[in-house]
Nanobody, 126 residues
Framework: QVQLVESGGGLVQAGGSLRLSCVAS????????MGWFRQAPGKEREFVAA????????RYADSVKGRFAISRDSAKSTVYLQMNSLKPEDTAVYYC???????????????????WGQGTQVTVSS
């Protein structure tokens, strides 16, 4: 079992920044591929960013490329999502996810992840 706990959400004005954190426990952190997804009201959960087990490879949704950055800290078993130049359309519940497959590549599909956090709300006001 893998437990994921997100934090760092909140209310921010358009153009502002937030950093989300997700602490993982229950498995060796370096064995986990980590990802961030988001779900806005009335919409499906969508991919935001993912990072490989080593942290060398990252992938981003086109909508956040150049504004968001995913990173991981093995010493803290934590994955981060730095969000800059936030827009009202970034408003959503953000979920951290972990994949235990052992693949060396970041995962992009929701069904490839085995474990999910409880989510943290991000609201961007215009």
């Amino acid at each position: 079992q893998v437990q994921l706990v997100e934090s760092g959400g909140g209310l921010v004005q358009a153009g502002g920044s937030l950093r989300l954190s997700c602490v993982a426990s229950g498995r060796t952190f370096s064995s986990l591929i980590m990802g961030w997804f988001r779900q806005a009201p009335g919409k499906e959960r969508e991919f935001v960013a993912a990072i490989s087990r080593t942290g060398i490879s990252t992938r981003y949704a086109d909508s956040v490329k150049g504004r968001f950055a995913i990173s991981r800290d093995s010493a803290k078993s934590t994955v981060y999502l730095q969000m800059n130049s936030l827009k009202p359309e970034d408003t959503a519940v953000y979920y951290c996810a972990a994949d235990t497959s052992g693949s060396l590549r970041p995962r992009l599909r929701r069904d490839e992840y085995d474990y999910w956090g409880q989510g943290t709300q991000v609201t961007v006001s215009s």
